[in-house]
């Protein structure tokens, strides 16, 4: 009994321990990846992106943004790519 017991709390942490790692932060590789599948994702026929800037000084939350700039044919569109989450969002 004692041991069945030590068996699945031993089992319990293998599945827990790697849940409670920090993620690491986005590459430039990445950070591209999520900008182009966020075009496709919306329809907009930007093409591949132009640059990858990496990020630089926190904003007023704490996050780190990769700005990752596109050249199409109606101009030139930013996105902004949260270097932790992978999250989009277009640049202002």
């Known amino acids: 009994m004692r041991r069945t017991?030590?068996?699945i709390i031993v089992i319990i942490a293998?599945?827990?321990?790697p849940a409670c790692q920090t993620?690491?932060?986005l590459s430039r590789t990445e950070a591209s990846s999520a900008a182009r599948n966020w075009c496709l994702r919306d329809g907009h026929a930007w093409g591949d992106p132009v640059e990858v800037?990496?990020?630089g000084a926190a904003d007023e939350q704490g996050r780190t943004w990769w700005?990752?700039?596109f050249k199409a044919a109606d101009g030139e569109h930013r996105l902004l790519?949260?270097?932790?989450?992978?999250?989009v969002k277009q640049a202002q």
């Open 5 to 7: 017991s030590l068996a």
């Open 14 to 17: 293998a599945i827990l321990l």
């Open 23 to 25: 993620r690491m932060p």
């Open 53 to 55: 800037v990496q990020p």
């Open 67 to 69: 700005t990752v700039r």
């Open 81 to 87: 790519v949260d270097t932790m989450s992978g999250w």
